[in-house]
């Protein structure tokens, strides 16, 4: 049996549409009796008449008309899913599962994420805060797309990316006695009120054996996992904290003074990604923006 192809199929919805063999013509850019031809065989194939001539005219049947209403559903459909193919080849639709380590999960990840999604209102967004050390087994679990971590990793499967950068700063309360300092050493805070991060982040870890090693002591007197209630805390006078420069400056307006921290380690992020699969449109786009911050910041 054969079956009704889609230029017989075009050829009926135009003629329906425009009213005639000529104008139909004018709107596929073929001639007049390829028209009638396309339309003689949408006949044939269809099983029914679907106009009658009349006088030089075409008159759609009523059974032209009952068709016409059922072709006119789909390609409404159809004309929905090109539109939804053009998105998703336009990375403006999707959906994409950010995992971040604690400290840039609130203001560094969204203000990217909301430059990134604008024009794209099909487009979803999930950002999940993670320690460093699961996010690598999260990409690898497909969990996430892509991570952003502090921990670098030469896992097998795995690409690891340098996205961004800093140094470490101390975060002290309004009137501290070390706030016109230019630079803090890890001596100057002994016996001082600290407020430390519990975390798994190399950084992290690095700054209690910089402390432990040189047998200098703080009084932790709180501490947390969110830097961003470190910095609340000691705006509110409760210690002094160490912290990245990106999030002491994000919350700057607490008030509290920064000072730049004397250690050898700058803390560095990247970005996790799977090398066993390709990135969906919507990730490698966002990849894209986070590599070309990274570009203007190092040049």
Same mark, same amino acid.
């Given at each position: 049996?054969?079956?009704?192809?889609?230029?017989?199929?075009?050829?009926?919805?135009?003629?329906?549409?425009?009213?005639?063999?000529?104008?139909?013509?004018?709107?596929?850019?073929?001639?007049? @009796?390829?028209?009638?031809?396309?339309?003689?065989?949408?006949?044939?194939?269809?099983?029914?008449?679907?106009?009658?001539?009349?006088?030089?005219?075409?008159?759609?049947? @009523?059974?032209?008309?009952?068709?016409?209403?059922?072709?006119?559903?789909?390609?409404?459909?159809? =004309?929905?899913?090109?539109?939804?193919?053009?998105?998703?080849?336009?990375?403006?639709?999707?959906?994409?599962?950010?995992?971040?380590?604690?400290?840039?999960?609130?203001?560094?990840?969204?203000?990217?994420?909301?430059?990134?999604?604008?024009?794209?209102?099909?487009?979803?967004?999930?950002?999940?805060?993670?320690?460093?050390? =699961?996010?690598?087994?999260?990409?690898?679990?497909?969990?996430?797309?892509?991570?952003?971590?502090?921990?670098?990793?030469?896992?097998?499967?795995?690409?690891?990316?340098?996205?961004?950068?800093?140094?470490?700063?101390?975060?002290?309360?309004?009137?501290?006695?070390?706030?016109?300092?230019?630079?803090?050493? @890890?001596?100057?805070?002994?016996?001082?009120?600290?407020?430390?991060?519990?975390?798994?982040?190399?950084?992290?870890?690095?700054?209690?054996?910089?402390?432990?090693?040189?047998?200098?002591?703080?009084?932790?007197?709180?501490?947390?996992?969110?830097?961003?209630?470190?910095?609340?805390?000691?705006?509110? =006078?409760?210690?002094?904290?160490?912290?990245?420069?990106?999030?002491?400056?994000?919350?700057?307006?607490?008030?509290?003074?920064?000072?730049?921290?004397?250690?050898?380690?700058?803390?560095?992020?990247?970005?996790?990604?799977?090398?066993?699969?390709?990135?969906?449109?919507?990730?490698?786009?966002?990849?894209?923006?986070?590599?070309?911050?990274?570009?203007?910041?190092?040049?």
């Amino acid at each position: 049996m054969s079956k009704l192809s889609a230029k017989q199929m075009d050829a009926f919805v135009a003629v329906m549409t425009h009213g005639s063999i000529t104008a139909a013509a004018h709107h596929m850019n073929v001639s007049q @009796p390829a028209i009638s031809r396309m339309l003689e065989r949408f006949e044939q194939e269809a099983g029914f008449v679907a106009f009658e001539r009349r006088k030089g005219k075409l008159n759609p049947t @009523p059974e032209a008309g009952m068709f016409f209403n059922e072709v006119t559903r789909v390609y409404r459909g159809l =004309n929905y899913l090109n539109e939804i193919a053009k998105e998703i080849g336009e990375s403006r639709r999707g959906y994409l599962r950010i995992g971040v380590f604690p400290a840039f999960s609130e203001g560094w990840i969204a203000q990217r994420v909301g430059r990134y999604i604008v024009g794209r209102k099909h487009l979803q967004t999930s950002v999940i805060p993670m320690a460093s050390d =699961n996010i690598a087994d999260a990409v690898s679990r497909q969990s996430i797309d892509i991570g952003i971590s502090l921990r670098h990793t030469t896992r097998e499967g795995l690409v690891c990316e340098e996205i961004a950068g800093g140094e470490l700063v101390c975060i002290l309360p309004k009137g501290h006695r070390l706030r016109d300092h230019d630079f803090i050493k @890890p001596e100057n805070v002994y016996g001082e009120d600290f407020i430390t991060m519990v975390s798994s982040d190399i950084d992290y870890k690095l700054i209690d054996e910089t402390f432990a090693t040189r047998g200098i002591s703080r009084r932790i007197c709180a501490e947390s996992t969110w830097a961003s209630t470190i910095c609340h805390m000691v705006s509110q =006078n409760i210690g002094m904290a160490i912290m990245m420069r990106d999030t002491a400056e994000e919350y700057a307006h607490l008030g509290y003074h920064i000072v730049p921290f004397e250690h050898q380690t700058r803390y560095r992020v990247y970005l996790v990604s799977s090398s066993e699969r390709p990135l969906s449109a919507v990730a490698k786009g966002f990849r894209d923006i986070l590599m070309a911050d990274f570009e203007r910041a190092v040049s």
